[in-house]
């Protein structure tokens, strides 16, 4: 059952991440309500992997809250959105630290990626300066460390 359920939650992220993405997309906001979803289906989710309360459950919370922390920081110089800080606390609380950081580092590249092309397009349309959806780029990251759990089962 705990398997099974595990799965199940991790297809529930994932359909909320494309939600977060989508919305990011079409607003530059993130809903809270997907947030908060996010966060609170990890509980579950820590059970159905076995976690234990301590120290797996709680360390899980304190990264959670050194991510924010961090990125609230950046929020607070302008470089990045509230809602980018709140889904990235939320998604690390589904990730072991070692999986965080690689989420950081995909995230950091797809983020480079998603902000050349959205420069470029604008200059070539001589835009203003885009108001770049980070969020696609931290579920972009989120998907595939999700998928990586689906195609590398056996490895």
């Given at each position: 059952m705990g398997e099974g359920l595990s799965w199940i939650l991790l297809g529930a992220l994932a359909v909320l991440l494309l939600a977060a993405a989508i919305c990011d997309i079409r607003r530059r906001e993130i809903?809270?309500?997907?947030?908060?979803?996010?966060?609170?289906?990890a509980i579950p989710f820590w059970v159905s992997e076995g976690l234990a309360?301590?120290?797996?459950m709680a360390l899980q919370i304190g990264v959670a809250g050194i991510v924010f922390a961090v990125f609230a920081a950046m929020f607070a110089f302008g470089w990045m959105g509230g809602g980018d800080v709140k889904l990235?606390?939320?998604?690390?609380?589904?990730?072991?630290?070692?999986?965080?950081?690689?989420?950081?580092?995909?995230?950091?590249?797809?983020?480079?990626?998603?902000?050349?092309?959205m420069v470029v397009w604008t200059r070539?349309?001589?835009?203003?300066?885009?108001?770049?959806?980070?969020g696609v780029a931290i579920?972009?990251?989120?998907?595939?460390?999700?998928?990586?759990?689906?195609?590398?089962q056996f490895g």
């Open positions: 809903d809270h309500w997907t947030v908060i979803a996010i966060a609170l289906l309360f301590w120290p797996d990235l606390a939320a998604l690390a609380l589904w990730l072991p630290w070692q999986a965080l950081i690689l989420m950081l580092v995909i995230m950091s590249f797809a983020g480079g990626v998603l902000t050349l092309g070539l349309k001589r835009g203003p300066n885009p108001e770049i959806p980070y579920a972009f990251s989120g998907l595939w460390l999700i998928g990586e759990r689906f195609l590398n």
